[in-house]
């Protein structure tokens, strides 16, 4: 959204994939349409104690299958989404299904749902909140909003307003992707996160022992730490990769090591059969 801005800001670190504006106009249309037929679902990625391997919630991640050009990225079609100003009903849309959905679960596992910058400069957003809580039931404590630092980079004040209503109901925010955006502490200070999410490229990184990721990750987790925020580990694949994160002291894990994101029936069956797993992998 910075470029879009101009003044000078980069956003080099950004994962964004740049597509041309035809594709872009072609994936506006179908992602409407998508919309309105009900061809979006939602998958739930385990996140797990770093310690004891126990599951303590998931992360909610959309999924976009389209009938002819098969699945598309939410990499690809979220930016298109938010340029197009269809990320507020597609956003609520998963947040509704994952507070719902996390009603199947035991009490104690939580349900984490991203939401884009462009969610929360509008504060319609807590009304949402608020609906999407009542509707299903779900106490605010089990619900987790992940957001980026991408979310501190635009003028005005309504996004820290949200942040902080969003905190004064009760719910857990997490500061996802930490290191790749524009890393600015001041904000970490001006509101109160529950646990910084490390990328996996700094997980990558460092479990092979690259200095300067070994030295990123251990101030993260110090800094944190300080800030009495958890840390997640992102994208751990590798047995390698988890002992690394442990060693280094991050308190919960994500990744294909310990659960691939998968559908809401599935990760139902996992209670089910143990009764209250205490490992997914
Ligand atoms: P994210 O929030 O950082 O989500 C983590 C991404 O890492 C997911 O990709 C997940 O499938 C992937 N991942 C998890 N474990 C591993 C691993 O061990 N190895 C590797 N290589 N990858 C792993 P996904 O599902 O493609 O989502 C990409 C991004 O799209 C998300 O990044 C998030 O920023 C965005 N996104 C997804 N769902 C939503 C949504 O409902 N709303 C919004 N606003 N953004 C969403
Ligand atoms: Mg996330
Ligand atoms: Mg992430
Ligand atoms: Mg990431």
Redesign the pocket.
């Known amino acids: 959204r910075a470029k879009d801005e101009g003044g000078g800001i980069h956003c080099q670190y950004e994962p964004k994939l740049h597509i041309h504006a035809e594709e872009r106009r072609t994936l506006e249309i179908a992602l409407r349409e998508a919309l309105e037929k009900d061809q979006l679902h939602?998958v739930y990625?385990p996140v797990v104690n770093a310690r004891t391997g126990a599951c303590e919630g998931f992360?909610?991640?959309?999924r976009w299958t389209h009938p002819e050009m098969g699945a598309i990225?939410?990499?690809k079609f979220?930016p298109v989404a938010e340029d197009a100003r269809l990320?507020a009903p597609?956003?609520e849309w998963?947040l509704r299904t994952a507070c719902q959905e996390a009603m199947h679960w035991p009490s104690d596992i939580r349900v984490a749902?991203?939401?884009?910058a462009e969610q929360l400069h509008n504060h319609q957003f807590v009304a949402c909140v608020i609906s999407a809580l009542a509707q299903s039931g779900l106490p605010a404590h089990r619900l987790e909003l992940?957001v980026?630092e991408s979310v501190f980079m635009r003028e005005g004040t309504v996004a820290t307003q949200v942040l902080d209503q969003l905190l004064g109901l009760g719910i857990r925010l997490s500061l996802?992707?930490f290191g790749t955006g524009y890393s600015s502490l001041g904000y970490l200070s001006r509101t109160k996160f529950t646990t910084i999410?490390i990328d996996?490229s700094f997980v990558v990184n460092a479990a092979k022992n690259v200095p300067e990721a070994l030295a990123i990750v251990r101030a993260v987790v110090a800094l944190a730490d300080s800030l009495g925020m958890a840390t997640t580990a992102?994208?751990?694949?590798t047995e390698a990769e988890v002992d690394m994160v442990n060693a280094l002291g991050c308190t919960k894990i994500?990744?294909?090591?310990f659960g691939?994101?998968m559908p809401a029936e599935e990760a139902r069956q996992l209670f089910r059969r143990t009764g209250g797993i205490s490992a997914v992998a």
Do not use: C, H, M, W
Request: net charge negative.
């Open positions: 939602v990625q992360e909610t991640l959309v990225s939410p990499a979220i990320i597609i956003g998963v749902v991203n939401v884009s992940e980026t996802d992707d999410k996996r992102e994208g751990v694949e994500q990744g294909y090591f691939r994101p």
